[in-house]
């Protein structure tokens, strides 16, 4: 570029993902290596999600600099560099193969995030946006890594970003490797697949929670006498069912791994030693209106699933929309804390 003020920009957006099968537990902190592999669905685009806008320019000043909904955020964070370093050096080697291209990689960044729902609050925050930052960098750098291979540098930025790179049904596998280099995305079964599926995701709280999923699953690993056996038998099992399931777009197969293997994570926080309470008393509302739906109807027409706070997922098929919905509206729609501002946020979401 002849003009040394140019300013090269590319937009993305990440969506969130729902883990059916979670991700808790790291073999290696620092690389983000988890203890067992995981499974998530990841929201449409149209829903819950990061947009980012990475730019860079001559003209730009250092250091590099981020901004989430409009406040700065530290770069300098060991995850974030990593990220950082990785995606330079992908464009520097694409620079030196090819002298013609300008030498963004030498140029500071800007980066702009914005969530479109609760930061932090057991969303999958981190997820969409690390996956966010490192797709808008790739495509800004116009890296020819397929998603796959980006999912190795977002799963650096946080454990559950790397899921975030893919759409539909997404493994994530824990690998053998002690670089990490097969501890990555990998698709299941496209949303195509099994388009009926949906999320509805019923807000609880809004708030950040109060223990970090780093520190959490940390402290579990490390105090947890349940953990070694989640990790070793009961995950590694309940990936095979779920696969299974999926291939066989088998409903109430898929609902009952979700909801078991919720309980197993759950139980694994509960195990850990001081213990680690992510669900309130309405998520085990949320849990007895799960229950009370699938009574009615006879089957299992909805599954629920927790993260690291007490916001609950419930997955259904479209077929079952107004049950689901209905039934959440009558059964929880007068118990405290569905009722305030944030309570009453019930967002139904593409799956
Ligand atoms: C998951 N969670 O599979 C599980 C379920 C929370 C419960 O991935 O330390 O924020 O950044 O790798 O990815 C949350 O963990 O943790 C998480 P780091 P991350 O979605």
């Not at 300098?76 to 950082?84: E, N, W």
């Not at 388009?195 to 699953?217: D, F, H, N, W, Y």
Request: proline content about 7%.
């Amino acid at each position: 570029d002849m003009n040394g003020d140019h300013v090269y920009r590319a937009s993305t957006t990440a969506p969130v993902n729902i883990a059916v099968i979670k991700y808790w537990g790291k073999r290696d902190p620092r690389l983000n290596l988890p203890t067992n592999s995981s499974l998530s669905v990841t929201l449409s685009q149209s829903d819950l999600r990061t947009h980012t806008t990475a730019s860079c320019s001559p003209s730009f000043s250092p250091p590099d600099t981020l901004l989430l909904n409009a406040q700065p955020q530290p770069l300098s964070d060991a995850r974030s560099q990593a990220c950082l370093t990785s995606l330079r050096a992908l464009r520097s080697a694409l620079e030196s193969t090819d002298p013609s291209l300008p030498p963004l990689s030498s140029y500071p960044l800007r980066l702009s995030s914005a969530n479109n729902f609760p930061t932090a609050a057991g969303l999958a925050s981190s997820a969409a946006g690390f996956a966010a930052l490192v797709r808008a960098i790739a495509d800004l750098y116009q890296l020819p890594q397929s998603p796959t291979e980006l999912s190795l540098i977002a799963r650096q930025g946080s454990g559950s970003a790397c899921r975030s790179l893919l759409g539909g049904y997404v493994a994530w596998d824990q690998g053998t490797l002690l670089d990490g280099t097969d501890s990555k995305a990998r698709l299941v079964a496209p949303r195509s697949h099994w388009p009926e599926m949906r999320a509805l995701i019923l807000v609880v709280s809004a708030e950040k929670k109060g223990v970090s999923s780093t520190t959490g699953m940390q402290t579990t690993v490390q105090t947890s006498p349940m953990f070694q056996t989640r990790a070793t038998q009961v995950v590694p099992r309940a990936m095979r069912e779920m696969e299974t399931a999926i291939a066989g777009k088998d409903f109430p197969g898929f609902a009952k791994i979700t909801m078991r293997e919720s309980n197993s994570f759950h139980a694994t926080c509960l195990d850990t030693d001081p213990p680690i309470f992510y669900l309130n008393d309405v998520s085990r509302a949320a849990i007895k209106g799960v229950e009370a739906v699938n009574e009615k109807a006879g089957r299992i027409a909805a599954a629920y699933t927790f993260d690291a706070g007490p916001n609950c997922v419930v997955y259904y098929l479209e077929e079952d929309g107004d049950v689901v919905a209905g039934a959440f509206k009558t059964v929880l729609g007068e118990k405290e804390g569905w009722t305030g501002e944030q309570g009453k946020a019930v967002k139904g979401a593409e799956g």
